[in-house]
């Protein structure tokens, strides 16, 4: 069965009827068709699909929905559009900071959650606080230069 849940995404509240085992993550893409966010692993260890909950970034796959009613959710989607990019979007654009992309959303949400956190100036600083959001293409020197080239 389902259960009704509000959820506020991108600060737009949505009244949804969804399965109560439903994650955040599945509930995003599969609910409200924001597929922005990636499914890697769904276990808590490529940062695919991490989001920023309360202004703090979290791995999606492993929150339940029905658990963050109260939460505002923001998504690669509320961050900018093609229009008007948020300034790590148009970063990663600048610096080529991805090659398929896959990984690309969740690396600009923990990017720019990171911008909020207490990092050193650092490469390094840049490559331990992105630990969690993995590139199988490799195109990590790219993403730090533009996240760098946000925090310079
Ligand atoms: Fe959530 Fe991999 S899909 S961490």
């Not at 893409?29 to 922005?36: A, D, V």
């Not at 961050?79 to 090659?99: C, I, N, R, S, W």
């Not at 990017?111 to 909020?116: I, K, R, S």
Request: hydrophobic share 35%; net charge neutral; aromatic share 4%.
């Amino acid at each position: 069965g389902t259960i009704p849940i509000t959820l506020k995404v991108n600060g737009e509240t949505h009244q949804l009827r969804i399965d109560p085992r439903a994650t955040v993550l599945d509930t995003l893409r599969e609910t409200l068709h924001l597929t922005g966010t990636k499914k890697g692993c769904d276990h808590g260890q490529c940062g695919a699909c991490t989001v920023h909950v309360d202004g703090r970034r979290a791995n999606s796959c492993l929150l339940l929905a029905a658990m963050h009613q109260k939460a505002e959710i923001t998504t690669i989607e509320g961050l900018g559009t093609p229009q008007k990019m948020h300034p790590m979007q148009a970063a990663f654009v600048e610096h080529d900071g991805y090659q398929c992309g896959y990984c690309t959303s969740g690396q600009i949400m923990s990017a720019v959650a990171m911008l909020h956190e207490p990092w050193g100036d650092t490469d390094t600083d840049v490559k331990e606080a992105l630990s969690g959001n993995i590139c199988r293409c490799g195109a990590y020197p790219n993403i730090v230069a533009a996240v760098q080239s946000v925090r310079r």
